[in-house]
DNA sequence: CCCTCAGGTTAACGACCGCTAACGTCGCTG
DNA sequence: CAGCGACGTTAGCGGTCGTTAACCTGAGGG
């Protein structure tokens, strides 16, 4: 198994750009050849490494729903204890770190998962809908003015709010990550704050 | 030229259809045939009324970013001489419609542009940096706390914030769209707030 | 009454795309 | 060094898609 400071893989490199691409261009937009030209092989050479082009995008969403699920169950867990506010700046942070670092996952996230298996786009759905309940639970802690359907609504706006980071400057013309990254948190907790002024 | 109250023309009923479905599957995942369907005649017929599958991509696209630009104008000169805050509250309110009754569009809007052709996609973009440039102006008014590029990437992640109704409740599982638009509203402000306090 | 024309129809073409088949070439290993 | 498995290659098949061609029909007007 590789450790996480090797040289990439095959697979994971065709992964990267496969992402980049489908961000850019849409699934049905990209096809394999380009995808294989992307990492210097060709066309059919993909087909060694995965069984088609759609269980490279299955593979990706499947990855993107756990691996923040994942994050934020570690947050919540290492945060036990303290006020339910830290616990959601600690989700905010997530998150942010996320949309920031991984833009073509995070448009992928909400764009393509029509294009999945039955079984696939389930999988996907259930574990979105997992991360959404667990923000939704710390949010009413933070904000008990909140209803449960108020508080549902909020977190999927504030969710666009922060995915909104890939139609933020196209290049480095932002004014440097952790500026952002700032600005994007303090908008966040103002947004939830609001939402839960009655 | 048909008034507002006419039934529909043909040519409005397959961009409505069209944007319906390319929301839903994408602009390569849907074929003519289907938009044919949709409006009740089959394939091909559709040329009798644009001149290709991209013309209406492109005519959509245009469409909202004009309607888009124009309210926005129309609302900044009827609030003349009101506070900037007020202004801000007509340009939220105009968005949140938009978003509400169009959520298509909005879909349609920041996830096709590349699809255009060069000149098409040029004048999108055109119109949308107006747009966005009309709400960096009001908001910098009304939050004289914010610099120019704090306060684009603010209207950006607004945008964001605004344009997440495609993902709440997919039926009419919302709670009224009066609530709904109010919640919107909040968020929004207390966003721009936020960003606004240093 | 015929002509025109808007607005359809079906058939078919060429391009492209996902995928498979068949084959080649290393590097490792017994 | 023989054999083999991992990883490529190119050729090509079958299906789909956007578009065009050719044809049909019904309403309106001189």
Redesign the interface.
């Known amino acids: 198994m590789a450790s996480r400071t090797d040289a990439p893989t095959r697979r994971e490199q065709i992964l990267k750009e496969a992402a980049r691409l489908f961000a850019?261009?849409?699934?049905?937009?990209v096809g394999v050849d380009e995808i294989g030209a992307a990492v210097g092989i060709s066309g059919p050479g993909l087909y060694r490494h995965f069984p088609g082009k759609d269980a490279m995008l299955a593979e990706l969403l499947v990855g993107i729903s756990g691996q923040l699920l994942t994050g934020a169950r570690r947050r919540l867990a290492e945060a036990d204890g303290t006020p339910a506010s830290r616990v959601l700046d600690s989700l905010i942070e997530g998150h942010i770190d996320f949309a920031l670092d991984d833009r073509p996952l995070i448009t992928l996230h909400?764009?393509?998962l029509?294009?999945l298996r039955d079984s696939d786009r389930k999988l996907v759905r259930q574990l979105q809908r997992q991360y959404v309940e667990l923000w939704v639970q710390v949010v009413r802690e933070t904000y008990p003015g909140l209803t449960e359907?108020?508080a549902r609504?909020?977190v999927?706006?504030?969710?666009?709010?922060?995915?909104?980071t890939p139609?933020?400057?196209r290049a480095g013309t932002?004014?440097g990550r952790g500026?952002?990254a700032a600005?994007?948190h303090?908008?966040?907790?103002?947004?939830?704050?609001?939402?839960g002024?009655e």
Do not use: K
């Not at 999927?156 to 909104?164: A, E, K, M, R």
């Open positions: 850019e261009r849409g699934f049905h937009g909400d764009r393509e029509d294009r359907p108020a609504s909020a999927h706006s504030v969710f666009g709010l922060l995915n909104s139609h933020l400057g932002l004014p500026t952002t600005l994007l303090r908008m966040a907790r103002g947004a939830f704050e609001a939402a002024r």
